[in-house]
């Protein structure tokens, strides 16, 4: 059919529109039927806005020591209790959040983006991939942490060196995933097309293969987001992470170590914090996994 | 399988090149001269110049990395600058309470999560599936340092029940060395145990859709045969590649945990070396550990070969 009219023009913007809309619509109801998605989102939310509000409303400074108050249990006053320097714990563990969570995100971006273009060209070129994917194999014989710690212990500690150990011991991950994806999509008819057409490789790399390479990256990310938050405590606990005074939920926990027998809540707070955020984003990643690919099957993570 | 094995093999050399590699140029990373930052702020110009002539560090960085390699091959790994002894001697040392409670939480985390993963699965979609795997969920969300802290306040300082800090060697009696490293392997095995048990569950859900379990199940064998000799020793491949994989979670879960507990393992080793500037032994233990793990890796996938035909064929 030809369009010869603006009422027929009007029409099928129209069309579009509800199409569109339905497709949203669509979305949202995939979203709020996902149950894991929506607790894990929740969490999240709430610990976003605990690690912003949470130094507003407290009426102490996390640095501010006070020695005739140290180690006091929960009271109105200190709802967390005080530490071994006489800190405010709920104020402590609100601005280590941001510290906490603050270097999982660094991470997962910094991964992200530097993953996604080694494995994007390592899928298109082979000579480049077996360089790249030993590179990747060798660096993934390091366990993570004692590549963390062997960088901290080169670099120092500091809140930006953790973030660059850790991103470091996961690209290979995110690589990887991207690479194998990327592998699949190279091979299909259409790319094939492009390549006789005398389409760039630059265009058929960026706007053609990483769109489909997308979604398993991004779940992806997501667990790397968590793995950072355990990393970046380990690191801390073990006092290779962010150094004091700064709080994060890591060294919190290393200063709690020290007092464990009189001050259970210096563990128990951060340790439940961790728990949390980690808890959160694993249901984010596992109920955006079964949101971006219907196929997967639900009972599956690995 | 012959070119199998050799091609594996040969496909090993560039990695433990680069690894090799990489451990060698963490002292280069340093910022400034790291004979300096080894010896402290206290030392004099003259025992830092020792110390590089030493490390060899006025080589040109091709020597350097020569040397070290040949050292490295020939299991020389330096002398720890603090300690005065050969880093391959306290690593040798350290090793046994690490090994100890990594066998011991592996151990712990098959007993209990295998069993839960073949019922969730026989179960599936009920309450119990469910609890299960929420369990799980959450297991896999505490960091197995944390959890040591956690049973530590419970079990060591409220009830008093286990020590919380200390070691003794398997010479002393096998209840004295097990006693100190309960707490240590319950909390190290159980992200492991909530791994495997996810795992035992996906594994088992897809071979029991399999059209061989309906037959098994038509020619009316018991429920028992059908589940565990025809189910799970399908399910088992993955389930054991998983184990494999995990081996390096485990030694790395080992390491924190171990300085939770004051156990005397490679954690110590290397957390003590940190913060005596002890890079020689920071190197040699990440090292002797990546190329540890890359063998067992290399082990396992020649085990799949063997085991499963299809594997080997398939990549060729």
Request: aromatic letters at 10%; proline letters at 5%; a positive charge.
């Amino acid at each position: 059919m030809v369009i010869t009219n603006d009422a027929q023009v009007n029409e099928l913007s129209l069309l579009e529109k509800n199409v569109k809309k339905e497709r949203r619509k669509l979305l949202v109801k995939r979203f709020v039927s996902n149950k894991t998605l929506v607790t894990g989102t929740a969490m999240l939310v709430f610990l976003t806005l605990f690690s912003f509000a949470g130094p507003l409303i407290s009426q102490f400074s996390p640095l501010d020591i006070d020695p005739a108050n140290r180690l006091q249990g929960p009271t109105a006053e200190h709802w967390f209790g005080t530490d071994n320097f006489g800190r405010d714990l709920f104020s402590r563990v609100a601005s280590g959040a941001q510290v906490s969570m603050g270097v999982g995100l660094s991470v997962a971006v910094l991964t992200a983006i530097i993953g996604m273009v080694i494995g994007l060209y390592a899928a298109y070129y082979s000579i480049l991939d077996h360089v790249l994917m030993r590179f990747s194999d060798a660096l993934m014989a390091f366990p993570d942490i004692l590549l963390a710690i062997a960088i901290m212990a080169v670099l120092g500690p500091q809140p930006v060196n953790v973030v660059i150990a850790v991103t470091l011991a996961k690209i290979p991950v995110v690589a990887r995933i991207v690479r194998s994806s990327a592998l699949v999509i190279k091979e299909q008819t259409y790319i094939e097309a492009m390549r006789a057409q005398g389409a760039s490789s630059w265009r058929i790399i960026w706007r053609h293969i990483l769109p489909n390479t997308v979604s398993p990256l991004i779940v992806q990310v997501t667990y790397v987001f968590a793995i950072a938050i355990i990393l970046e405590a380990a690191l801390s606990f073990l006092g290779a992470g962010v150094p004091a005074p700064d709080p994060s939920w890591g060294n919190i926990l290393f200063d709690g170590k020290i007092v464990i027998y009189n001050a259970w809540w210096m563990t128990v707070f951060p340790g439940a914090f961790i728990v949390l955020a980690v808890l959160a984003l694993n249901l984010f990643g596992d109920g955006l996994r079964d949101l971006l690919d219907p196929h997967s099957n639900k009972a599956i993570k690995e | 399988m012959k070119a199998y094995i050799i091609k594996r093999l040969l496909s090993m050399i560039p990695v433990l090149l680069i690894v090799a590699m990489f451990v060698f140029f963490l002292i280069h990373m340093i910022p400034g001269d790291p004979a300096a930052v080894m010896l402290g702020p206290e030392a004099t110009p003259e025992e830092v110049a020792a110390l590089r002539d030493n490390m060899g560090l006025n080589l040109p960085i091709y020597e350097q990395f020569f040397n070290w390699f040949t050292d490295v091959a020939r299991g020389n790994l330096g002398d720890s600058l603090y300690m005065n002894v050969p880093v391959m001697d306290a690593f040798v040392s350290h090793l046994g309470p690490t090994l100890s409670l990594a066998l011991l939480a592996q151990g712990f985390s098959i007993l209990i999560a295998i069993p839960i993963g073949v019922l969730a699965a026989r179960k599936r979609g009920t309450g119990v599936d469910r609890t299960f795997m929420i369990i799980a969920m959450l297991g896999m969300s505490i960091p197995s340092f944390l959890l040591a802290l956690l049973l530590m306040l419970v079990f060591g300082v409220r009830l008093n029940w286990l020590p919380v800090a200390g070691y003794s060697s398997l010479a002393e009696g096998v209840w004295q060395h097990v006693k100190f490293l309960i707490l240590p392997a319950i909390s190290l095995g159980a992200i492991q145990a909530a791994v495997i048990a996810r795992m035992t569950r996906s594994s088992m859900i897809d071979i029991l859709s399999m059209n061989f379990i309906k037959t098994a199940k038509a020619k009316g064998l018991k429920q028992k045969v059908v589940i565990y000799k025809h189910a799970f020793r399908n399910a088992l491949i993955p389930i054991l590649t998983i184990l494999g994989e995990t081996f390096g979670a485990l030694i790395t879960g080992a390491v924190v945990t171990e300085t939770v507990f004051n156990l005397p393992g490679l954690g110590q080793l290397v957390i003590n070396a940190i913060t005596r500037r002890d890079y020689a032994v920071i190197q040699g233990t990440i090292l002797m550990i990546a190329v540890t793990y890359l063998f067992l890796n290399l082990i396992i996938d020649l085990l799949y070969g063997l085991v499963d035909p299809r594997v080997r064929l398939s990549r060729k």
